[in-house]
């Protein structure tokens, strides 16, 4: 059990982590954390997974230039107003009711229900099918539910029906859209990371039910 609780602290900061690098502009304050030693061990963590590593590796270099750049605050500013505050087809939407898989009075009629049920509710009133207050209800998620089976299955559920469900797109024009590439190879490790998070919870589960199932051959 210590074990999985280490594991679900990590998660839980890795998924923090993304939702407030996509919820609004980064101040200079949040650009100077991204070179501090929480973020910096956070990167080594997502790079140490295999399907990661490249990713990583090229969000690192993208990040090193974007601090690097002059009036680098306004500048990335510009890029996430241009590719998150402009309507599509000239920007890429980060609401998941605009995509194929649903529409937007269903999403959010389903993201308010889980909202209301962890007693969270949208700041500045954004629309709760918004990515980052999607990855900060993961977040909760994994805080208050990876101790049982169930909890891990909610989780399970959750991602797969409404973060994998439309991520991919949203990744793949943001790679069109993005010239400079910092929001693009964010966003690039952060659905890689969620694949594999999927991956690991149905594997753990998984094992789980092989370690409780009782042994056949035993059975008289």
Request: charged fraction near 20%; hydrophobic fraction near 40%.
């Amino acid at each position: 059990m210590p074990l999985l609780n280490e594991m679900a602290r990590q998660r839980a900061s890795i998924y923090r982590w993304f939702a407030q690098i996509l919820y609004q502009e980064l101040t200079e304050e949040a650009l100077i954390h991204m070179r501090d030693d929480d973020t910096q061990a956070r990167l080594r963590a997502l790079k140490s997974i295999p399907e990661l590593w490249l990713d990583v590796q090229q969000f690192q270099l993208r990040l090193r230039t974007a601090l690097k750049r002059k009036d680098r605050q306004l500048e990335l500013a510009a890029d996430f107003a241009s590719l998150f505050l402009i309507p599509p087809p000239a920007g890429v939407s980060p609401y998941a009711g605009h995509y194929p898989h649903t529409t937007s009075h269903e999403a959010r009629k389903i993201m308010q229900q889980w909202l209301v049920g962890y007693e969270l509710a949208p700041q500045n009133n954004e629309a709760p099918d918004h990515l980052a207050i999607q990855l900060a209800l993961m977040e909760v998620l994994i805080t208050k539910n990876s101790d049982t089976a169930e909890g891990l299955e909610q989780q399970s559920q959750f991602l797969k029906q409404h973060l994998l469900s439309w991520l991919p797109y949203f990744s793949q024009r943001c790679g069109q859209r993005d010239s400079f590439g910092f929001y693009a190879t964010a966003i690039r490790v952060m659905v890689c990371f969620i694949k594999q998070d999927a991956q690991w919870i149905e594997d753990y589960l998984e094992a789980v039910k092989i370690a409780q199932t009782p042994d056949a051959s035993h059975v008289r």
